[in-house]
C-alpha cells in the first residue's frame, strides 16, 4: 500500500507476518516472506515442505545463487542448513489466477 509493506505466511493453524520498513520494495518483501516461511519450517517437526510464491523475481534470484542480495545469502543459509537437517523443501512458483 503505497510506500508501505509487509510480508506474511501460513501455514495449516499458524500465520507470521511482518511489517517491513517504508520504501521497501515488492521483490524484497516477497523474500522476507520467503525468510518467515523458513523460519516457521525451523520451529516445525515434519520433514517436507513446499513454499508456494507468485514472486518470480525472488525465485529467479534464489535458483540463480544471486548472493551478492543479503537476503537471498541469508535464505541459502538457512536453506541449507534446514537441508542438512534432514528437511526437504521445495520452492514452488504460485501464479496468479
Known amino acids: ?5 509487509a510480508a506474511a505466511v501460513h501455514k495449516s493453524v499458524i500465520s507470521k507476518s511482518t511489517r517491513l520498513p517504508n520504501k521497501v520494495s515488492v521483490f524484497r518483501a516477497e523474500l522476507h516472506a520467503i525468510s518467515l516461511a523458513l523460519a516457521l519450517i525451523h520451529c516445525s517437526n515434519e520433514k517436507n515442505f513446499i513454499i508456494f510464491s507468485d514472486s518470480m523475481s525472488s525465485l529467479k534470484a ?7 542480495l543479503d537476503l537471498v545469502y541469508s535464505i541459502m543459509k538457512d536453506y541449507t542448513r534446514l537441508a542438512s537437517n534432514g528437511k526437504t ?3 514452488d512458483p504460485k501464479s496468479r489466477q
Open 1 to 5: 500500500m503505497e510506500d508501505r509493506a
Open 62 to 68: 534464489l535458483s540463480g545463487f544471486k548472493v551478492d
Open 89 to 91: 523443501i521445495m520452492l
